[in-house]
């Protein structure tokens, strides 16, 4: 057997990139995950890059599946939004093209009735 090595890359071809958070947008998602922690709803967070998609999980125990997940997915940029809530369930709870105005679905679990 013999290994062979991969083809080069041609000026024309590019391999995959990865798809991240940028800087604002992590401010953005730190944020609302800091005022969580302090309310005592969120514990844990994991990113993820991927090649069509980045992805900030939030757990409420380490070893859990994650409660939410924000997804940036720049493909949907022209047409439903980039940035998307997803719940436990696989429901997108929210998409738009402002993750600011995305995030505020999970800020609504910050307000609640005092007795």
């Known amino acids: ?26 401010s953005l998602i730190l944020s609302l995950y800091g005022r969580m922690v302090a309310a005592g709803e969120w514990r844990d967070y994991g990113i993820s890059h991927l090649r069509e998609v980045a992805v900030f999980s939030v757990f409420r125990r380490t070893a859990e599946i994650p409660l939410y997940r924000i997804e940036k997915r720049p493909k949907l940029r022209n047409r439903q939004g980039m940035y998307a809530v997803v719940g436990t369930g696989g ?25």
């Open 1 to 26: 057997m013999s290994i062979e090595p991969p083809p080069p890359i041609s000026a024309f071809e590019r391999t995959p990139e990865q798809v991240a958070f940028h800087r604002t947008e992590l």
């Open 91 to 115: 429901q997108v709870l929210r998409r738009g093209h402002d993750l600011k105005a995305v995030l505020r679905v999970l800020e609504r679990k910050l307000i609640r009735a005092v007795d």
